[in-house]
């Protein structure tokens, strides 16, 4: 009866310990697989009308275009379904339609010479579909820097040797404007005992997002105005608005902490 009452006792403390640490550090989920990163399934009208959900890949179009291109000058939110996309907006050149139209990219329905229709809808509506895409990720990135996380490519040194070459202006859309003066790196002071400084380079954020993604919505223009934890971070604010979710994820400290302590 005594071993009895002891096992029940041993398997009770087991389960709240088990509970409390499921609590506190919860279950780790699957890494996305590197053609996976960054896809946003875009659901805010599609189930209403009988048509699968979009899967947007990010990682074809960071591969063609800018981030402040669609971002900025064609209106994308950064929050994932926040933008409220409709098939009249699309027909009307907004959003997606801005490229989408025959032009710059497909069209929702194609026409050959002799006049046989292609319907393209499923190239985006793909969600729980098997299709086989234009462009297939490990193709495409064949060959590329690799990277530790993510979609597993550096996209920064992609960029640079010229394996992508990025697109940052749309006729119709996009203002001419000169370019503006980048700032040089910053140093930002980790808070963590121990972990190296930041060095935040402008020039590399500037590629891709200009000034405009970042200031003044997700960070004040004037120095050590905006304050922030990296728990903000992990959150998916700040820096988290693009790393975690598209840009290479926060599992790699020394990516951003890469001032040399010694």
């Not at 801005?98 to 793909?126: I, R, W």
């Not at 859309?173 to 930041?198: H, N, W």
Request: hydrophobic share 35%; proline share 4%.
């Amino acid at each position: 009866m005594k071993r009895q009452v002891l096992f029940l006792v041993g398997i009770i403390i087991l389960l709240t310990v088990s509970f409390v640490f499921g609590e506190t550090f919860g279950i780790k989920k699957r890494a996305p697989r590197p053609h996976e990163y960054g896809n946003v399934v875009i659901n805010n009208f599609s189930k209403d009308n009988n048509i699968a959900p979009v899967v947007f890949n990010h990682w074809l179009h960071r591969a063609k275009y800018t981030c402040r291109l669609c971002h900025v000058d064609i209106g994308f939110a950064m929050e994932a379904g926040a933008t409220g996309i409709t098939e009249e907006d699309n027909k009307n050149g907004l959003y997606c339609g801005a490229c989408h139209n025959g032009k710059e990219a497909f069209p929702p329905e194609e026409k050959d010479s002799v006049g046989n229709s292609t319907k393209n809808c499923d190239l985006c509506h793909s969600y729980g579909k098997k299709v086989k895409f234009r462009e297939n990720f490990y193709k495409f990135t064949k060959g590329f820097p690799r990277a530790r996380f993510g979609n597993r490519v550096d996209w920064l040194k992609a960029e640079e040797k010229g394996l992508v070459k990025l697109k940052d202006y749309l006729e119709g859309i996009t203002i001419k404007r000169k370019p503006l003066q980048i700032p040089e790196d910053t140093e930002l002071k980790a808070m963590e005992v121990g972990m190296p400084d930041i060095v935040f380079s402008h020039k590399k954020h500037a590629v891709w997002n200009g000034c405009e993604l970042c200031h003044p919505e997700i960070f004040g223009v004037k120095r050590g105005a905006t304050k922030y934890t990296m728990q903000e971070i992990f959150d998916g604010k700040y820096c988290g608005a693009c790393h975690g979710n598209v840009a290479f994820p926060n599992t790699d400290c020394r990516l951003c902490h890469t001032k040399d302590v010694y």
